[in-house]
């Protein structure tokens, strides 16, 4: 009897160690540098990461047309429900003037030909009133996420695939995309956009936390396990 509890413990060792060498874990490592957007902050931007935004060059009339201006990067300081990960969170926003952009990040040493997939969540706000009163239901905003698999640094190119848009209106909301990469170096995006005819309010506000960059899942092996037969 005891040779055959020793034999079928080490029956499930080695069924333990056969899963977990061919069945990855579902937590991969992180590609990115400072995934939540910790210290220390330049020019309002975290380290690791860069400020882009579209910019249509004059401000325009609110009421009639969508213009685009330079908006404000800072870190999170005040409220813990604008930071959902660490101590800070990115913080991105206007006053009256509408805006699209955010921040990216390259990241070199990624392999041709495999999947990257790429998500980050953000919580905006639209409105008249000071933080923490509602956004106002009527007013424009949008988050996304993109990569660019060939490594470019320009948020316009063809190449930026970019995932669906999400509605983060008061609320943390998770935006992903995946693509293949093209070279061994590839760029993420992370992007707000207020840019609508009449939103043009003093809050235009939104909050980026929690990205991650990992490689696509390995497919699993098909493979029969004969375990051996126990003494009685």
Same mark, same amino acid.
């Given at each position: 009897?005891?040779?055959?509890?020793?034999?079928?413990? +080490?029956?499930?060792?080695?069924?333990?160690?056969?899963?977990?060498?061919?069945?990855?874990?579902? =937590? $991969?490592?992180?590609?990115? @540098?400072?995934?939540?957007?910790?210290?220390?902050?330049?020019?309002?931007?975290?380290?690791?990461?860069?400020?882009?935004?579209?910019?249509?060059?004059?401000?325009?009339?609110?009421?009639?047309?969508?213009?685009? =201006?330079?908006?404000?990067?800072? @870190?999170?300081? /005040?409220? %813990?429900?604008? +930071?959902?990960?660490?101590? %800070?969170?990115?913080?991105?926003?206007? $006053?009256?003037?509408?805006?699209?952009?955010? !921040?990216?990040?390259?990241?070199?040493?990624?392999?041709?030909?495999? *999947?990257?997939?790429?998500?980050?969540?953000?919580?905006?706000? !639209?409105?008249?009133?000071?933080?923490?009163? @509602?956004?106002?239901?009527?007013?424009?905003?949008?988050?996304?996420?993109? +990569?660019?698999?060939?490594?470019?640094?320009?948020?316009?190119?063809?190449?930026?695939?970019?995932?669906?848009?999400?509605?983060?209106?008061?609320?943390? $909301?998770? @935006?992903?995309?995946?693509?293949?990469? =093209?070279? *061994?170096?590839?760029?993420?995006? !992370? &992007? /707000?956009?207020?840019?609508?005819?009449?939103?043009?309010?003093?809050?235009?506000?939104?909050?980026?936390?929690?990205?991650?960059? !990992?490689?696509? &899942?390995?497919?699993?092996?098909? %493979?029969? +396990?004969?375990?051996?037969?126990?003494?009685?």
């Amino acid at each position: 009897m005891k040779n055959s509890v020793i034999g079928f413990s +080490i029956s499930l060792c080695l069924l333990v160690l056969f899963f977990g060498s061919n069945h990855p874990a579902s =937590t $991969q490592n992180d590609l990115l @540098a400072n995934p939540s957007f910790e210290d220390s902050y330049t020019g309002g931007v975290a380290k690791g990461w860069s400020a882009w935004h579209y910019d249509s060059m004059a401000k325009k009339d609110c009421s009639a047309e969508v213009y685009y =201006t330079q908006p404000v990067w800072s @870190a999170e300081l /005040a409220s %813990r429900s604008l +930071i959902l990960d660490g101590v %800070r969170s990115q913080h991105v926003g206007n $006053q009256w003037d509408t805006w699209r952009g955010g !921040v990216s990040q390259s990241v070199d040493g990624v392999t041709v030909g495999e *999947t990257y997939r790429f998500k980050a969540s953000m919580i905006g706000r !639209v409105s008249n009133n000071q933080w923490p009163a @509602a956004s106002d239901p009527d007013g424009f905003i949008n988050g996304r996420v993109g +990569i660019d698999p060939s490594g470019g640094s320009d948020f316009a190119a063809a190449s930026v695939a970019w995932g669906d848009a999400i509605v983060p209106r008061d609320s943390w $909301q998770t @935006a992903t995309v995946q693509t293949v990469a =093209t070279s *061994t170096s590839i760029t993420v995006f !992370v &992007e /707000a956009d207020f840019g609508a005819i009449d939103n043009c309010y003093p809050h235009l506000d939104m909050w980026f936390d929690s990205a991650s960059l !990992v490689a696509g &899942e390995r497919p699993i092996l098909n %493979r029969q +396990i004969y375990l051996p037969v126990l003494n009685k």
